[in-house]
């Protein structure tokens, strides 16, 4: 017999502040570990703390090698009295978000350290993707596939298929991302993207072509969460948090993936809030590939099921345009810093809401819905996540 689900909580008093990035590099022979230390030392030299006032971090890295984030502790010198380690890719940010908010809110913790980071060496990507799903090493890998392109060629046939969505309605995102990241110091895409260069890049895994991939690098994004008289105190602009959730494994029936654990939650996650998809300013999503943006589209309700070609044809995406959404460029435009891309969006978002996003900047920004989307196994990505943050000040 299913029990009924407890009334959730409000985050109170919780806030975000400090959003820092570390700057991208295509290549690095830095260690994972080298990432987060950096994004550490610019979270404490942004707030004004000390190391020893950290007494609660979260870490997502793939590339840590043998090291879990109790190993980051002993390099970093640190003993929190609360850690936790978040290996969940694009839901990362906001999964780790969670976490922190309600050990703080509990008193488990009293500053928590949100950071994430990857190297990219010359074989960090292949040695990854090579263990990085024992589906895929017993179901795909004998028969010669291997690594994303495949999975989400399949996403995007289905979708495109069933849904009526065309390559040009998935170009159209892309260019406004890489529109938005020619405004961002931190992207590495620097060069304009026309519809025209989209459309005749050359195929990966049809129907994907080469700028719907990500491209892997290196870098790392971090956040603090606190009480908000703390962040007071410490004269730091910050972004309240009003509803959250996220959701594994979900919809397991469907054949192919063309809906995520969003869909499951969105009611209660916007009721939770007191707010509507209409009341959302501007939206980070994980974007390794168009398909999964449109997904997230409609499963959080800006458009129905199967209308996200219509959703795209009638918005710009820019940041000055109708629907600003993936400020920073995403990671299509800015780069997938492995665990760190599940950061890009959050971080971005908390730069919106206290006014420090710069060229990015979007006009009266007040409400921001960030979205997340990870774990790619053989055919499909099982982790869900999504916030609605608001501005503190």
Not at 29 to 58: I, Y
Not at 81 to 110: E, K, N
Not at 312 to 324: A, C, H, Y
Not at 337 to 364: F, H, I, K, P, W
Request: hydrophobic share 40%; glycine share 10%; with cysteine.
């Amino acid at each position: 017999m299913a029990l009924p689900q407890q009334a959730r909580l409000g985050y109170d008093d919780v806030v975000l502040v400090a959003p820092v990035t570390i700057p991208y590099e295509r290549h690095s022979e830095q260690t994972a570990h080298w990432w987060l230390g950096a994004a550490l030392g610019q979270l404490l030299a942004q707030s004004g703390l000390k190391k020893a006032d950290v007494d609660g971090v979260c870490v997502s890295s793939f590339t840590l090698g043998s090291d879990t984030a109790v190993g980051v502790m002993q390099h970093f010198q640190m003993s929190p009295r609360w850690l936790d380690h978040i290996p969940m890719g694009g839901a990362s940010g906001v999964v780790a978000m969670r976490r922190a908010a309600r050990a703080v809110q509990c008193g488990d913790a009293s500053i928590v350290a949100c950071i994430a980071g990857d190297t990219n060496q010359r074989e960090s990507f292949k040695n990854t993707v090579s263990g990085f799903s024992r589906f895929s090493q017993d179901a795909v890998y004998p028969y010669g596939a291997g690594g994303p392109n495949a999975s989400f060629a399949l996403l995007t046939d289905y979708y495109m298929r069933h849904y009526g969505a065309t390559r040009e309605d998935f170009g159209k995102l892309c260019v406004a991302q890489r529109d938005n990241a020619l405004r961002n110091p931190h992207a590495l895409m620097k060069k304009p993207l026309t519809l025209e260069q989209y459309m005749e890049a050359r195929v990966i895994a049809d129907p994907i072509h080469l700028f719907d991939c990500v491209m892997p690098c290196a870098g790392a994004e971090g956040y603090l969460v606190m009480r908000r008289e703390q962040a007071e105190a410490l004269g730091l602009s910050y972004v309240r948090i009003r509803s959250t959730i996220e959701r594994h494994n979900a919809f397991p029936e469907d054949a192919v993936q063309h809906r995520g654990g969003w869909a499951m939650d969105k009611d209660a996650f916007y009721e939770h809030a007191g707010l509507s998809p209409a009341d959302v300013g501007f939206m980070e999503t994980y974007d390794d590939y168009p398909v999964i943006n449109v997904l997230q589209f409609e499963d959080l309700g800006f458009c129905a099921k199967g209308e996200g070609p219509e959703f795209i044809r009638k918005n710009s995406f820019t940041v000055d345009g109708s629907f600003p959404f993936n400020t920073s460029g995403g990671q299509l435009s800015v780069g997938q810093a492995g665990a760190a891309g599940g950061y890009l969006g959050l971080v971005q978002a908390l730069r919106q809401l206290t006014d420090t996003a710069g060229d990015t900047q979007v006009a009266n920004a007040r409400i921001g819905l960030v979205s997340g989307f990870g774990m790619i196994n053989y055919d499909r990505g099982i982790c869900t996540a999504a916030a609605l943050l608001e501005r503190g000040q």
